[in-house]
Protein backbone atom coordinates (compact mmCIF):
# COMPACT_ATOMS: atom_id res chain seq x y z
CA UNK A 1 0.00 0.00 0.00
CA UNK A 2 2.43 2.31 -0.97
CA UNK A 3 1.49 6.37 -1.53
CA UNK A 4 2.92 8.37 -4.32
CA UNK A 5 2.62 11.93 -5.23
CA UNK A 6 3.18 12.71 -8.94
CA UNK A 7 4.08 16.25 -9.93
CA UNK A 8 1.56 16.90 -6.76
CA UNK A 9 1.12 20.91 -6.81
CA UNK A 10 -1.06 23.35 -4.51
CA UNK A 11 -1.98 26.74 -5.37
CA UNK A 12 -4.17 29.33 -3.35
CA UNK A 13 -5.30 32.76 -4.37
CA UNK A 14 -2.58 32.45 -7.11
CA UNK A 15 0.13 32.09 -4.53
CA UNK A 16 1.60 28.76 -4.72
CA UNK A 17 1.85 26.85 -0.85
CA UNK A 18 3.32 23.57 -2.41
CA UNK A 19 5.50 23.83 -5.77
CA UNK A 20 5.38 20.38 -8.04
CA UNK A 21 6.12 17.63 -5.68
CA UNK A 22 7.21 13.81 -6.26
CA UNK A 23 7.89 11.54 -3.24
CA UNK A 24 7.04 8.13 -2.78
CA UNK A 25 6.14 6.23 0.49
CA UNK A 26 6.39 2.76 1.80
CA UNK A 27 4.40 0.75 4.28
CA UNK A 28 5.35 0.25 7.20
CA UNK A 29 7.11 3.54 7.18
CA UNK A 30 7.78 6.29 9.34
CA UNK A 31 8.01 9.45 7.44
CA UNK A 32 9.09 12.93 9.15
CA UNK A 33 8.09 15.81 7.27
CA UNK A 34 10.62 18.75 8.99
CA UNK A 35 10.65 22.29 8.49
CA UNK A 36 10.10 25.69 9.83
CA UNK A 37 6.48 27.25 10.13
CA UNK A 38 4.76 27.61 6.43
CA UNK A 39 6.84 25.52 4.65
CA UNK A 40 4.82 23.25 3.34
CA UNK A 41 4.43 20.35 5.64
CA UNK A 42 0.04 21.14 6.48
CA UNK A 43 -0.56 21.62 3.02
CA UNK A 44 1.10 18.78 1.89
CA UNK A 45 -0.19 16.27 4.58
CA UNK A 46 -3.65 17.91 3.13
CA UNK A 47 -2.93 16.51 0.00
CA UNK A 48 -2.05 13.11 0.88
CA UNK A 49 -5.34 12.85 2.68
CA UNK A 50 -7.65 13.91 0.17
CA UNK A 51 -8.62 17.18 2.15
CA UNK A 52 -7.36 19.47 -0.80
CA UNK A 53 -7.18 18.78 -4.83
CA UNK A 54 -4.09 19.60 -6.57
CA UNK A 55 -4.01 21.94 -8.97
CA UNK A 56 -1.73 19.43 -10.42
CA UNK A 57 -0.40 16.00 -10.78
CA UNK A 58 -1.95 12.73 -9.48
CA UNK A 59 -2.25 10.76 -6.13
CA UNK A 60 -1.62 7.12 -5.70
CA UNK A 61 -2.71 5.24 -3.21
CA UNK A 62 -1.98 1.26 -3.47
CA UNK A 63 -1.41 1.24 -7.14
CA UNK A 64 -5.02 3.50 -7.58
CA UNK A 65 -5.53 6.92 -8.58
CA UNK A 66 -7.32 8.51 -5.51
CA UNK A 67 -6.58 12.29 -6.59
CA UNK A 68 -10.26 13.17 -6.60
CA UNK A 69 -11.34 10.81 -4.31
CA UNK A 70 -13.28 12.17 -0.88
CA UNK A 71 -11.27 11.87 2.32
CA UNK A 72 -13.91 9.47 3.74
CA UNK A 73 -13.70 7.48 1.18
CA UNK A 74 -10.02 6.46 2.06
CA UNK A 75 -8.32 4.96 5.07
CA UNK A 76 -6.92 7.74 6.53
CA UNK A 77 -6.42 8.70 9.97
CA UNK A 78 -5.33 12.33 11.15
CA UNK A 79 -3.99 14.19 14.28
CA UNK A 80 -3.61 17.46 14.54
CA UNK A 81 -1.30 19.70 16.91
CA UNK A 82 -5.04 20.57 18.70
CA UNK A 83 -6.81 18.39 20.97
CA UNK A 84 -9.68 17.06 18.52
CA UNK A 85 -12.15 14.88 20.34
CA UNK A 86 -16.14 14.78 20.42
CA UNK A 87 -16.56 16.28 24.12
CA UNK A 88 -19.77 15.12 24.80
CA UNK A 89 -18.65 11.39 24.56
CA UNK A 90 -16.59 9.68 27.05
CA UNK A 91 -12.86 8.75 26.23
CA UNK A 92 -13.89 5.09 25.55
CA UNK A 93 -16.58 6.13 23.13
CA UNK A 94 -14.24 8.97 21.75
CA UNK A 95 -11.63 6.17 20.55
CA UNK A 96 -14.62 3.46 19.66
CA UNK A 97 -15.68 5.94 17.17
CA UNK A 98 -14.11 5.36 13.76
CA UNK A 99 -14.20 1.33 14.17
CA UNK A 100 -18.23 1.52 14.83
CA UNK A 101 -18.21 3.41 11.71
CA UNK A 102 -16.20 0.34 10.10
CA UNK A 103 -19.27 -1.31 11.63
CA UNK A 104 -16.95 -4.44 14.12
CA UNK A 105 -18.38 -6.03 16.85
CA UNK A 106 -18.48 -5.02 20.23
CA UNK A 107 -15.72 -7.68 21.51
CA UNK A 108 -13.82 -5.89 18.63
CA UNK A 109 -14.10 -2.74 19.44
CA UNK A 110 -13.83 -3.52 23.39
CA UNK A 111 -10.51 -5.69 22.76
CA UNK A 112 -9.09 -2.55 20.30
CA UNK A 113 -10.18 0.50 22.41
CA UNK A 114 -8.65 -1.18 25.82
CA UNK A 115 -5.45 -1.99 24.14
CA UNK A 116 -5.27 1.08 22.41
CA UNK A 117 -5.74 2.92 26.09
CA UNK A 118 -3.60 0.76 27.54
CA UNK A 119 -0.69 2.01 25.25
CA UNK A 120 -1.51 5.33 25.49
CA UNK A 121 -1.54 5.74 29.52
CA UNK A 122 -5.46 6.00 29.03
CA UNK A 123 -6.98 2.75 31.00
CA UNK A 124 -8.67 4.53 34.18
CA UNK A 125 -9.93 7.20 32.28
CA UNK A 126 -11.94 5.68 30.00
CA UNK A 127 -15.49 7.09 31.49
CA UNK A 128 -14.21 10.27 31.52
CA UNK A 129 -15.02 13.09 29.11
CA UNK A 130 -12.47 14.91 27.72
CA UNK A 131 -12.70 18.29 29.14
CA UNK A 132 -12.30 16.67 32.55
CA UNK A 133 -8.59 15.57 31.02
CA UNK A 134 -5.27 17.32 30.96
CA UNK A 135 -4.32 18.72 27.38
CA UNK A 136 -1.52 15.71 27.32
CA UNK A 137 -4.33 13.13 28.02
CA UNK A 138 -6.46 14.83 25.44
CA UNK A 139 -3.86 14.38 22.83
CA UNK A 140 -3.27 10.84 23.67
CA UNK A 141 -7.02 10.40 23.20
CA UNK A 142 -6.91 11.50 19.66
CA UNK A 143 -3.59 8.98 19.07
CA UNK A 144 -5.63 6.19 20.50
CA UNK A 145 -8.37 7.33 18.13
CA UNK A 146 -6.07 6.70 15.47
CA UNK A 147 -4.65 3.86 16.00
CA UNK A 148 -7.84 1.87 16.41
CA UNK A 149 -8.81 2.86 13.02
CA UNK A 150 -6.20 0.75 12.05
CA UNK A 151 -5.79 3.54 8.48
CA UNK A 152 -3.53 2.87 6.13
CA UNK A 153 -2.27 6.47 6.13
CA UNK A 154 -1.62 7.89 9.56
CA UNK A 155 -0.97 11.67 9.12
CA UNK A 156 0.15 13.36 12.48
CA UNK A 157 1.07 16.67 12.23
CA UNK A 158 3.26 18.20 15.21
CA UNK A 159 0.97 16.41 17.69
CA UNK A 160 3.25 16.53 20.52
CA UNK A 161 3.84 20.52 20.15
CA UNK A 162 1.39 21.28 22.92
CA UNK A 163 2.66 18.67 25.56
CA UNK A 164 5.14 19.12 28.48
CA UNK A 165 8.53 18.18 27.92
CA UNK A 166 8.13 15.04 29.61
CA UNK A 167 5.36 14.13 28.03
CA UNK A 168 6.72 14.83 24.54
CA UNK A 169 9.88 12.83 25.12
CA UNK A 170 7.86 10.01 26.22
CA UNK A 171 5.26 9.68 23.39
CA UNK A 172 8.71 10.62 21.23
CA UNK A 173 9.90 7.23 21.88
CA UNK A 174 6.63 5.26 22.10
CA UNK A 175 5.02 6.73 18.74
CA UNK A 176 7.19 4.40 16.44
CA UNK A 177 6.96 1.32 18.78
CA UNK A 178 2.93 1.67 18.68
CA UNK A 179 2.57 2.38 15.43
CA UNK A 180 5.17 -0.01 13.88
CA UNK A 181 3.15 -3.42 13.95
CA UNK A 182 0.49 -1.90 11.89
CA UNK A 183 2.41 -1.87 8.56
CA UNK A 184 0.25 1.40 7.67
CA UNK A 185 2.48 4.38 6.34
CA UNK A 186 3.32 7.49 9.23
CA UNK A 187 3.86 11.09 8.23
CA UNK A 188 4.65 13.04 10.82
CA UNK A 189 5.27 16.84 10.65
CA UNK A 190 7.78 18.88 13.10
CA UNK A 191 9.51 22.03 12.79
CA UNK A 192 12.17 20.66 15.19
CA UNK A 193 15.65 18.81 13.89
CA UNK A 194 15.78 16.87 17.70
CA UNK A 195 12.00 15.18 17.11
CA UNK A 196 12.89 14.15 13.26
CA UNK A 197 16.32 12.19 14.84
CA UNK A 198 14.56 10.81 17.82
CA UNK A 199 11.99 9.19 15.48
CA UNK A 200 14.15 7.62 13.03
CA UNK A 201 12.79 6.47 9.51
CA UNK A 202 13.06 8.87 6.54
CA UNK A 203 13.31 12.64 6.39
CA UNK A 204 11.49 14.77 3.99
CA UNK A 205 13.10 18.39 4.72
CA UNK A 206 10.77 21.29 3.27
CA UNK A 207 11.35 24.62 2.68
CA UNK A 208 8.67 27.26 1.05
CA UNK A 209 6.60 24.86 -0.69
CA UNK A 210 9.79 22.29 -1.84
CA UNK A 211 11.44 19.25 -0.58
CA UNK A 212 14.86 20.11 -0.70
CA UNK A 213 15.27 16.26 0.01
CA UNK A 214 14.52 12.79 1.35
CA UNK A 215 15.93 9.91 2.12
CA UNK A 216 16.80 8.07 5.06
CA UNK A 217 16.80 10.28 8.94
CA UNK A 218 20.92 9.82 9.24
CA UNK A 219 21.42 10.72 5.71
CA UNK A 220 19.82 14.14 5.39
CA UNK A 221 21.14 14.58 8.82
CA UNK A 222 24.72 14.20 7.95
CA UNK A 223 24.64 14.54 4.13
CA UNK A 224 22.80 17.30 3.43
CA UNK A 225 22.41 17.74 -0.52
CA UNK A 226 22.21 21.70 -0.38
CA UNK A 227 22.65 24.65 2.35
CA UNK A 228 19.06 24.92 2.85
CA UNK A 229 18.45 21.41 3.98
CA UNK A 230 21.69 21.77 5.98
CA UNK A 231 19.63 24.98 7.65
CA UNK A 232 16.42 23.26 7.64
CA UNK A 233 18.12 20.01 9.70
CA UNK A 234 19.80 22.02 12.00
CA UNK A 235 18.37 23.73 15.47
CA UNK A 236 19.84 26.64 15.99
CA UNK A 237 20.41 26.84 11.73
CA UNK A 238 23.57 26.03 10.16
CA UNK A 239 25.90 29.02 10.47
CA UNK A 240 27.42 29.46 7.22
CA UNK A 241 30.70 31.68 6.06
CA UNK A 242 32.18 32.46 2.51
CA UNK A 243 35.94 30.50 2.09
CA UNK A 244 38.26 30.02 -1.01
CA UNK A 245 40.08 27.00 -2.06
CA UNK A 246 43.10 27.43 -3.45
CA UNK A 247 46.31 24.86 -3.90
CA UNK A 248 45.79 22.53 -0.82
CA UNK A 249 44.62 25.09 1.33
CA UNK A 250 40.77 26.59 2.33
CA UNK A 251 41.42 29.90 3.10
CA UNK A 252 38.72 32.20 5.84
CA UNK A 253 37.61 35.01 5.79
CA UNK A 254 39.37 35.88 9.62
CA UNK A 255 42.62 34.91 7.87
CA UNK A 256 42.39 31.45 8.76
CA UNK A 257 43.87 28.69 6.74
CA UNK A 258 42.68 24.43 6.73
CA UNK A 259 44.18 21.94 4.90
CA UNK A 260 42.44 20.92 2.04
CA UNK A 261 42.41 17.19 3.02
CA UNK A 262 40.37 14.47 2.35
CA UNK A 263 37.13 15.39 0.25
CA UNK A 264 38.34 18.91 0.37
CA UNK A 265 41.43 18.25 -1.71
CA UNK A 266 39.33 17.14 -4.58
CA UNK A 267 37.90 20.45 -5.14
CA UNK A 268 38.98 22.55 -7.46
CA UNK A 269 40.10 26.47 -6.77
CA UNK A 270 37.65 29.01 -5.91
CA UNK A 271 34.56 30.31 -4.14
CA UNK A 272 32.56 28.09 -1.62
CA UNK A 273 30.70 28.36 1.28
CA UNK A 274 31.50 26.76 4.04
CA UNK A 275 28.75 25.58 6.70
CA UNK A 276 28.67 24.11 10.62
CA UNK A 277 26.21 23.52 13.20
CA UNK A 278 26.34 25.56 16.35
CA UNK A 279 27.13 22.91 18.33
CA UNK A 280 30.37 22.73 16.93
CA UNK A 281 31.40 25.71 17.57
CA UNK A 282 33.42 26.14 20.91
CA UNK A 283 34.87 28.69 23.84
CA UNK A 284 37.93 26.41 24.06
CA UNK A 285 40.39 25.04 21.45
CA UNK A 286 40.04 20.77 21.74
CA UNK A 287 41.77 20.00 18.14
CA UNK A 288 45.45 20.87 17.51
CA UNK A 289 44.46 22.19 14.00
CA UNK A 290 41.36 24.14 15.53
CA UNK A 291 40.73 27.76 13.80
CA UNK A 292 40.02 30.50 15.72
CA UNK A 293 37.56 33.08 14.81
CA UNK A 294 36.63 36.45 16.29
CA UNK A 295 33.28 38.20 16.73
CA UNK A 296 31.38 40.50 18.74
CA UNK A 297 28.95 38.93 20.94
CA UNK A 298 24.94 39.98 20.80
CA UNK A 299 22.93 37.77 23.24
CA UNK A 300 23.40 35.13 24.96
CA UNK A 301 20.48 31.80 26.04
CA UNK A 302 21.13 29.98 29.37
CA UNK A 303 18.73 26.84 28.88
CA UNK A 304 20.19 25.32 32.22
CA UNK A 305 22.86 22.69 31.22
CA UNK A 306 23.85 24.96 27.60
CA UNK A 307 24.62 28.33 26.68
CA UNK A 308 23.29 29.94 23.43
CA UNK A 309 26.56 32.22 21.84
CA UNK A 310 25.32 34.81 19.50
CA UNK A 311 27.55 36.43 17.51
CA UNK A 312 28.27 38.99 14.91
CA UNK A 313 31.00 37.75 12.40
CA UNK A 314 31.77 40.46 10.32
CA UNK A 315 28.25 40.96 9.54
CA UNK A 316 26.91 37.38 9.60
CA UNK A 317 24.90 36.04 12.63
CA UNK A 318 26.40 33.05 14.21
CA UNK A 319 25.01 31.13 17.28
CA UNK A 320 27.46 28.64 19.04
CA UNK A 321 25.71 26.22 21.16
CA UNK A 322 28.28 25.56 24.01
CA UNK A 323 27.93 23.50 26.97
CA UNK A 324 27.42 24.30 31.17
CA UNK A 325 26.06 28.26 32.30
CA UNK A 326 28.66 30.88 30.39
CA UNK A 327 28.82 34.40 32.33
CA UNK A 328 29.97 36.51 29.05
CA UNK A 329 30.04 40.34 28.68
CA UNK A 330 27.65 41.15 26.02
CA UNK A 331 29.01 43.68 23.45
CA UNK A 332 32.19 42.38 23.96
CA UNK A 333 35.08 40.58 21.70
CA UNK A 334 34.57 36.66 21.29
CA UNK A 335 36.81 34.10 19.91
CA UNK A 336 35.46 30.81 19.42
CA UNK A 337 36.72 27.74 18.02
CA UNK A 338 35.96 25.36 15.06
CA UNK A 339 37.72 21.39 14.50
CA UNK A 340 37.87 21.56 10.22
CA UNK A 341 36.89 17.74 10.35
CA UNK A 342 33.16 19.48 11.49
CA UNK A 343 33.18 22.04 8.19
CA UNK A 344 30.62 21.57 5.03
CA UNK A 345 31.54 23.00 1.92
CA UNK A 346 28.93 24.07 -0.61
CA UNK A 347 29.13 25.32 -4.05
CA UNK A 348 27.91 29.36 -4.13
CA UNK A 349 24.45 28.42 -5.36
CA UNK A 350 24.29 26.40 -2.50
CA UNK A 351 24.61 22.81 -3.90
CA UNK A 352 26.71 20.87 -1.52
CA UNK A 353 29.91 19.62 -2.72
CA UNK A 354 31.75 18.15 0.35
CA UNK A 355 30.57 16.82 3.97
CA UNK A 356 32.30 17.22 6.68
CA UNK A 357 34.73 14.72 7.48
CA UNK A 358 33.16 13.49 10.58
CA UNK A 359 29.84 12.92 9.02
CA UNK A 360 31.21 11.19 6.12
CA UNK A 361 33.06 8.22 8.34
CA UNK A 362 29.41 8.26 10.82
Known amino acids: MSLVLEGVSKVVSGQTHIYQTNLELLPGTMNVLLGPTSSGKTSLMRLMAGLDVPQTGKIIWDGKDVTGMRVQDRGVAMVYQQFINYPSMTVYDNIASPMRLLGKTADQIDAAVKKAADLMKLSGMLDRKPLELSGGQQQRCALARALVKDAGLVLLDEPLANL????REELRAEIPKIFEEAGSIFVYATTEPEEALLLG??????????????????????????????????????????????????????????????????????????????????????????????????????????????????????????????????????????????????????????????????
Open 164 to 167: DYKL
Open 201 to 362: GNTATMWEGRITQFDRTPIVYRQPVNATTARVFSDPPMNFLKVRKSGDRILFGDGQAAAAAGAFSQLTDGNYLAGFRPNHLELQSHAADAMAFTGKLNVTEITGSETFVHLDHHGENWVGLVHGVKNLEIGASLTVYLDPRHIYIFAEDGTSVAAASYAAAA
